[in-house]
């Protein structure tokens, strides 16, 4: 799920500034993945990213900002097309690496930072977001939303599935509709299509926890 990029020195942070997330928990989001499966890491591809699939959604090159271990991504690659996808977890990154060998598909994975995209020097027809934009606060939501302007052109399609805030057994950092009304904009360079209630399967809810599925237009 993270996105922000980090080499592997001394600072467990790579030499960037911490996440708001990780200042709160005081680990690097590559914790999350070195003593077992990360909380929402459930070894398959959301639902929620499926049925988008299923129905034509990803289309073109796609970018999985906050791949994690790959799962979304290479669902996609499946579809036979061409995706990117970029985490700041590095051991979560070589797990991706290792599923797209074993299952013999066409997958690029690549540590990199999701504030600053325009660094990979490559566009995107469709980007799924899949519970990256939820742990960012305020600050970081702008420089995020500006971040993915510049790898994508006029038409393009982004998805964003994050906890909801409505409904029993939420999911951590919960996203109210406002939130997402007020973050993806014409002026910050898109437009909502759609957003509809979902939900986030991970390993402590049962039936997954609440979301939001939207559907977002770059203008």
């Not at 922000?4 to 680990?27: A, I, K, N, V």
């Not at 070589?94 to 797209?100: P, V």
């Amino acid at each position: 799920m993270p996105g922000r990029q980090g080499d592997r020195t001394d600072d467990p942070f790579g030499g960037r500034r911490p996440t708001s997330h990780e200042r709160s928990t005081g680990l690097p989001w590559d914790a999350s993945f070195q003593d077992g499966p990360a909380p929402w890491d459930t070894g398959r591809p959301q639902p929620a990213v499926v049925r988008v699939a299923a129905e034509g959604g990803f289309t073109g090159s796609v970018l999985d900002a906050g791949c994690g271990t790959g799962e979304n991504a290479l669902h996609i690659a499946e579809l036979g097309l061409p995706v990117l996808g970029v985490d700041v977890a590095e051991t979560a990154l070589e797990t991706a690496r290792e599923k797209a060998a074993g299952r013999g598909l066409e997958a690029d994975f690549l540590a990199a930072d999701a504030l600053e995209l325009g660094k990979i020097d490559r566009s995107f027809d469709t980007v799924l977001d899949c519970g990256l934009f939820h742990t960012f606060d305020a600050e970081e939501r702008r420089q995020y939303i500006a971040s993915l302007a510049s790898v994508t052109d006029l038409g393009a399609t982004l998805y964003v599935l994050c906890f909801s805030d409505e409904g029993p057994d939420l999911g951590p950092h919960p996203v109210g509709l406002e939130e997402l009304n007020a973050a993806f904009t014409p002026t910050s360079g898109w437009n909502i299509a759609a957003v509809v209630p979902d939900r986030i399967e991970t390993r402590f809810h049962d039936h997954g926890a609440p979301a939001w599925l939207a559907t977002i237009d770059r203008v």
